[in-house]
């Protein structure tokens, strides 16, 4: 089937900024998206710059994020001097998966901050009932994303 190239730029622009609206920058929105949307995951920066119409200067940085966030991985092209950046397998499971490190930190601090500010304040409260959230929200993420592999394992043919 032939892919509608502009459709296809549009739903980029578009899901790129979904993800700038919830928080991601917006050139390694654009990047992300345009990988995730490629049947083979992979372009070098000269694709991306290509079909993103951006400078390579651009690319760079926005890779850079996207690696530092372990999204994107970067690879050689055998041969080649040019790297190509990919989107790791199975993405957003690796990425709910290191949310815990970060559930950790979260927790650390509000926990000093439960204690400096007391638990019986009301600002204390509030951090003690956040501590509660990110407890359980950690408590239940590995079980949660057993079954989503489990269901995705069940799927695969």
Same mark, same amino acid.
């Not at 204690?115 to 509660?132: C, I, Q, Y």
């Given at each position: 089937m032939e892919r509608d190239e502009a459709a296809v730029l549009t739903f980029v622009e578009r899901f790129a900024g979904v993800l700038a609206d919830t928080g991601f920058a917006r050139m390694p929105a654009r990047v992300f998206a345009a990988l995730l949307a490629t049947d083979s995951g992979r372009l070098t920066a000269a694709e991306l710059a290509e079909n993103l119409q951006i400078s390579p200067a651009a690319v760079s940085g926005a890779?850079?994020?996207?690696?530092?966030?372990?999204?994107?991985?970067?690879?050689?092209?055998?041969? *080649?001097? !040019?790297? !190509?950046?990919?989107?790791?397998?199975?993405?957003w499971y690796e990425a709910a998966m290191r949310r815990d490190q970060m559930l950790v930190r979260w927790e650390g601090s509000l926990r000093e901050g439960?204690?400096?500010?007391?638990?019986? *304040?009301?600002?204390?409260?509030?951090?003690?009932?956040?501590?509660?959230f990110f407890e359980f929200l950690r408590g239940e993420l590995p079980a949660l994303l057993a079954r989503w592999h489990a269901q995705r394992g069940e799927q695969e043919p």
């Open positions: 890779v850079r994020y996207l690696v530092q966030l372990n999204l994107v991985g970067r690879e050689r092209e055998p041969g *080649s001097r !040019r790297d !190509r950046y990919r989107v790791h397998d199975d993405v439960v204690t400096v500010l007391g638990a019986d *304040s009301p600002a204390g409260a509030r951090m003690a009932e956040s501590l509660a």
